[in-house]
């Protein structure tokens, strides 16, 4: 499940008596064959307002109800919504305090042809009890009870002395009231929750081990499905208390059922309520007395689970075995939650003081979280009180002051959200690292008994050294000095930071990427409705740190992830948008040099943050490019001289600044072409706008004409050539691939759909392309046939580089006798000289961007001709073999030796010579 900043479903009316008056919300049911069932609706009832109901789903204001002004509720109200054939029914009912404790109820009828609803309203008053009604309930029924009844349900109410009563539908009849004997058995107990739940569900989870009580409940009912009882449940508390213990707290359960007759004759209480089980909750180990005021009871019909929520957190109490056991709870001592409500089995979302957040109740870890600030009501010192959760929605709802809010619990894998399967929650993967007691260590100080733990398995030395760079750390991101930053990190290795200077911890690098990295809030202005309010940021630059942290790969955004999130717990970051390190990057160096710093590194980053990566470079080129242009015109112009000499060194700073980003470019399109075509043509689809994916083409059919690989040597290149557009250079393979996922990145759709502004540039590219296309299939062509003239040249120049590869390896084996100093100093000058003969028959020369290496032969240089200008190969097509050597390795233990001169003439006696003639005869 994800957690993010609520929606604003609707704003509540205000009670007429703000210091007063309070809001009731309560749940809104259909009927389905006498089954109930949750609509995707809440009744709203405000003192001295009205009574609301609202859609969740929607959302919108469904329908109101006035009330007078003196009116007060006393409890949640209870809506039920019914389609009879055409019309739709609507009955609301509430239990009014004031001016007289009564039941009132609101029927609104529509759809029978008439263009306005009909409403109408009626009331019962209570005048049997003066204590205040706590629940409001329906209680399905048969509509052949009574030949003049139409709806098949009754109203259940329940007051605080334990008194139960029940209604007729349109409160005209009260069928019976009473206040059963079990309930009055604690005299000293008052009932402070009330739950009515379907025989259907309570077989299901309740009475899934306690066939006994469903025996019982059922009565002499033999029929499955029909007249089936309603099971209530009454949770009651020592009357007076302002402590309670969970040992004190009773639940009684009861069958009620389905039908009951108005004639009084059934004055046996169990055919009204029959008494089925009552129980004392057991004593939570930690937990010896609860406030009873912040105390609050829910229960979960999936699971039989009687939850129990309060200022320090949640305990859940499984109903349905023989004897109530605690099946999960967390306990924080420091927290104040204004509401907490469970979501799942294994989940619990709860308001604290400064952060809501998602809970798991099974390994005590908090799984996502948001900070109260993030919540934007009309009251801001109003606590966030939870009202129900609609699972198939994943919304949780809300209240804060006057505002109704909706917490979209869904999770961000739209794989997920399409699927009919629910993601399962309460892993121990996800628990790991989230702790509740780790994250309320960590908002405060570190305890002294995990800093003791901690030094237990360090030596007096390594501890005073690590406190040490913790505290040189520390003190230069407060002061923001990089050098001290790189200089503690310096003397904690005791070595210049170099990639190989010694094997370092994986938790240290995260370590100092924490102090580099942060997150910040952001502005008003930056912040949107679906965006986080937090971005990525970089705190200081230590240029020694960050260069080692990217040559051993250590810096790439997966652990830039890991080192904020732990240095902001006890928050749950959502994942990080994608392009948050480049994006940081960019925001702390404009001039992209950061950027190309961290793409130079072996760390692999992923497509979508390169495409990121790959459109700042392309704004940024676009932009220098034009100022470089309109800069050139101005000189061009006839400015004045001092004038035309600021203007030369702004060009010249562009053309530097032009150069930066071109190797970041090329860089960039290096990185991204490790990645499968698919995953670039995805991201860049996803990432770069269809003018910067033309830019792209642009770049790449520029690289590809100045490489060398398709332009004829007596052809000029296409446009004029910028030498900085080509460093680093991009192979053929990267060139044409990218090319290719850029075109498809952009689609047939996207060539066609352009606008009328475009279609002459896209004709000339189209046709440029085209042009280049056939050029490549040219040169392929003409390739193959110079590669079968050439074929015997290349396979003599093979054979020639590897004798003189074969050659140099024994020269610097010889080379390698430190004895031989004489020898050596001798053999120099000849060497030297070879070496810049080699040097003049091998010359470089550039053709449109193409580097060539130009080899002349040494007969040439020496004025011969014909066979002695090596103009004509071998028959043999290979290398003259090289002379012997004068010395020669041990293969046993690879000391070098001086060969003798008898050995020498031997191996000159076995070579054989260049061509050599065998007659053979028959």
């Known amino acids: 499940m994800d957690l993010q900043p609520p929606s604003l479903l609707a704003q509540l009316p205000r009670p007429l008596h703000a210091s007063t008056g309070s809001t009731h919300i309560g749940e809104v049911y259909s009927l389905t064959e006498s089954k109930k069932r949750k609509r995707y609706e809440v009744v709203v009832a405000v003192d001295g307002e009205a009574v609301n109901i609202y859609n969740i789903q929607t959302p919108k204001l469904v329908t109101s109800y006035a009330v007078p002004p003196q009116s007060s509720f006393s409890c949640r109200p209870c809506s039920v919504r019914r389609k ?208 009873s005021r912040g105390v609050r009871w829910d229960f979960h019909s999936g699971s ?103 917490f979209d619990l869904s999770p961000s894998n739209t794989a997920f959200g399409s699927s009919f399967k629910r993601p399962r929650d309460g892993l121990l993967i996800d628990a790991i690292g989230r702790g509740i007691g780790l994250c309320d260590a960590r908002s405060e100080t570190p305890s002294k008994r995990r800093r003791t733990e901690e030094q237990l398995a360090l030596t007096s030395a390594e501890a005073d050294k690590w406190n040490q760079l913790m505290n040189g750390l520390e003190a230069s991101k407060k002061s923001k000095d990089a050098d001290r930053f790189d200089g503690t990190v310096k003397e904690y290795f ?164 032009l150069a930066v980003t071109f190797r970041g470019l090329n860089t960039n399109l290096q990185k991204l072409h490790d990645y499968p075509i698919s995953s670039i043509t995805n991201s860049l689809r996803s990432t770069l706008s269809r003018g910067e994916l033309v830019s792209l083409i642009h770049h790449l059919r520029l690289s590809l004409a100045t490489g060398g690989y398709i332009a004829r040597f007596t052809e000029n290149p296409p446009t004029p050539i910028i030498p900085s557009q080509t460093k680093p250079k991009l192979d053929l393979k990267t060139i044409t691939d990218l090319l290719s996922a850029s075109i498809d990145a952009i689609g047939p759709s996207g060539w066609i759909s352009a606008n009328s502004s475009d279609l002459e540039p896209d004709a000339d590219l189209i046709a440029d392309m085209k042009f280049e296309i056939s050029a490549a299939l040219a040169g392929v062509e003409e390739a193959t046939f110079l590669k079968g003239i050439l074929k015997e040249y290349m396979a003599f120049a093979d054979t020639f580089s590897s004798n003189e590869d074969i050659s140099s390896n024994k020269e610097t084996s010889s080379k390698a006798v430190s004895s031989k100093k004489a020898k050596k100093s001798s053999r120099e000058p000849a060497e030297a000289h070879a070496e810049s003969k080699r040097s003049h028959l091998v010359r470089k020369e550039k053709l449109n961007g193409a580097e060539l290496l130009v080899f002349t032969s040494a007969g040439g240089e020496d004025g011969a001709d014909g066979d002695s200008a090596g103009k004509i190969l071998p028959l043999s097509l290979k290398a003259p073999t090289p002379a012997v050597s004068q010395t020669k390795v041990m293969k046993s233990t690879g000391e070098v030796k001086p060969r003798s001169g008898r050995e020498i003439g031997l191996l000159r006696r076995k070579q054989v010579g260049k061509y050599s003639f065998e007659r053979l005869f028959v």
């Open 304 to 406: 039989a689970g009687l939850n129990l929520s309060f200022e320090q957190g949640f305990i859940n109490f499984d109903l349905s075995q023989y004897s109530p056991t605690v099946t999960s709870q967390f306990i924080l001592e420091g927290e104040q939650f204004s509401s907490l409500m469970r979501i799942s089995p294994q989940t619990v979302i709860g308001a604290g003081k400064s952060l809501i957040a998602l809970y798991d109740t099974q390994y005590q870890s908090v799984q996502r979280s948001i900070p109260v600030g993030d919540i934007q009501a009309s009251v801001s010192s109003e606590k966030t009180a939870f009202i129900g959760y609609f699972a198939k929605l994943g919304i949780a709802v809300a209240s804060k002051g006057s505002s109704l809010l909706a």
């Open 494 to 657: 005791g070595t210049q930071l170099l990639p190989t200077s010694q094997p370092i911890h994986p938790e240290l690098p995260i370590l100092l990427l924490s102090k580099i990295f942060s997150w910040k809030e952001t502005t008003s202005d930056e912040r949107m409705s679906s965006s986080p309010s937090f971005r990525l940021s970089v705190d200081l630059w230590p240029k020694l740190t960050i260069n080692w942290l990217v040559q051993l790969g250590y810096l790439c955004a997966s652990n830039v992830e890991i080192a904020v999130r732990r240095s902001f717990k006890p928050r749950i970051l959502p994942r990080l948008p994608t392009g948050s390190l480049s994006q940081a990057l960019i925001d702390a160096d404009p001039s992209l040099r950061r950027l190309i710093v961290v793409l130079q590194g072996p760390a692999p980053a992923d497509t979508d943050e390169l495409a990121y990566g790959l459109r700042a470079f392309l704004g940024k080129a676009r932009s220098y490019s034009t100022t470089l242009e309109e800069t050139a015109k101005a000189i061009t112009s006839g400015a004045e001289d001092n004038s035309k000499t600021s203007m030369e060194l702004i060009s010249s700073d562009l053309q530097t600044s």
């Open 84 to 291: 009879l054939g055409s019309s739709v029914k609507r009955q609301t009912y509430g239990a009014v305090n004031r001016p007289e404790r009564q039941i009132k109820s609101f029927v609104e009828e529509s759809g029978n042809g008439s263009s306005a609803p009909t409403i109408s309203s009626s009331s019962f008053s209570v005048k049997d009890s003066n204590s205040p009604t706590i629940f409001v309930g329906i209680i399905p029924t048969t509509a052949s009870e009574d030949n003049d009844e139409k709806d098949p349900f009754d109203v259940l109410t329940v007051h605080q002395d334990g008194r139960v009563r029940r209604l007729s539908s349109d409160l005209g009849t009260q069928r019976w009231s009473v206040r059963h004997s079990e309930i009055a058995k604690p005299s000293a107990h008052e009932v402070h929750a009330c739950f009515l739940i379907e025989f259907e569900d309570a077989k299901k989870s309740l009475f899934k081990r306690r066939q006994d009580l469903a025996a019982l409940a059922l009565g002499n009912i033999t029929d499955s499905g029909v007249d089936e009882p309603s099971i209530l449940l009454l949770v009651s508390h020592p009357a007076n208390s302002e402590r309670i213990s969970p040992n004190d707290v009773k639940v009684q359960m009861f069958s009620v059922p389905a039908n009951a007759s108005a004639s009084g004759l059934a004055v046996d209480e169990s055919q009204r309520m029959r008494h089925l089980l009552t129980v004392n909750m057991p004593g939570v180990d930690g937990l010896e007395t609860l406030e």
